[in-house]
């Protein structure tokens, strides 16, 4: 069975005999300085590889890591994020979730729900990537100036990061002008938290 392979790092070390044994190279040693380049090889099937160096694994393949320092605040109730919602959900389903007390992680001062353990596992290792902006509170209220409440059934993905609102009516009226109001929450925020 053939199972396509995603990037596979090599460790310096690895490199340094695996360059030892394809260069030939009498004068090289296990025990010579490191190599100071690491490769990374992309195995496509068994047939074919490629290989190129791992800096620009990064910028090519993958985001470079996110910081997964969290938000000043995040929107809960009793400790809740989100009312519950499975924020993974919003990308993997394209729909709102209702989160498990049975699947949670904490993040930012909130207990995070999850409809499963893959999606908790997943919010565990890049919380950034799934987590709303401002904190989870509405988008809306946020570009005005102040904080809100939200119904995690008013939302939206936009450029790779979810934005929620207080309630349909009002993402009605943050969607008139989304680049508009994502730049103005995007000056106010984390300074309307002090409002």
Known sequence: ??????WLSVSTAALGLIAIASCGSPASKASDAPIETAEVVEVVDAS?????PAATLASA????????????AVFTEAGVAIRGADVVAYFTDGAYVP??????YEWGDAVWQF????????FAANPVQY???????CAWAVSQGYTAAVDPTAWKIVDGKLYLNFNASVQNRWARDIPGNIA???RNWPSVLSN
């Open 1 to 6: 069975m053939n199972l396509p392979l995603r």
């Open 48 to 52: 074919e590889t490629q290989t190129r």
């Open 61 to 72: 393949d993958t985001a470079a890591p996110q910081s997964v320092e969290p938000p000043l």
């Open 99 to 104: 989160g498990s007390p049975e699947f949670t």
């Open 115 to 122: 409809a499963s353990a893959a999606n908790r596992d997943a």
């Open 131 to 137: 987590a709303p902006q401002y904190g989870g509170f």
């Open 184 to 186: 103005k929450g995007d």
